[in-house]
């Protein structure tokens, strides 16, 4: 694999990704977080998804790493197609990383 293009329902995605900020800060009031996943062709090696997390503790902060990773992958509407080096491409379901006929 050469590249990931990512694709979203933009609207959807939004509202979706502030639902599980919210439940961050619900389960771990003390930390403090920020999320960005990127859209568009990202080359392989470069990073999709960006947190940032501060807490007074670190296991705090793992854990709602962590837990905003696991939910972005199962509840947003974000779909990836891979490229290759061959020239050939297929559409990735995230959730389950089987390729969408």
């Known amino acids: 694999m050469t590249e990931i293009e990512y694709t ?35 080359p392989l090696g470069e990073a999709s998804i960006a947190i940032a997390a501060t807490a007074p503790h670190r296991d705090a902060a793992f854990q709602s790493c962590r837990y905003i990773v696991e939910e ?10 891979e490229r290759h080096a061959n020239g050939t ?3 990735v379901d995230a959730r389950t990383h089987t390729a969408i006929p």
């Open 72 to 81: 972005v992958k199962r509840r947003v509407p974000i779909w990836k197609k």
């Open 89 to 91: 491409t297929a559409w």
């Open 8 to 42: 979203a329902y933009a609207e959807m995605a939004e509202v979706e990704i502030a639902r599980i900020v919210d439940e961050v800060r619900s389960r771990w009031p003390v930390a403090r977080v920020a999320f960005q996943h990127r859209i568009g062709v990202v």
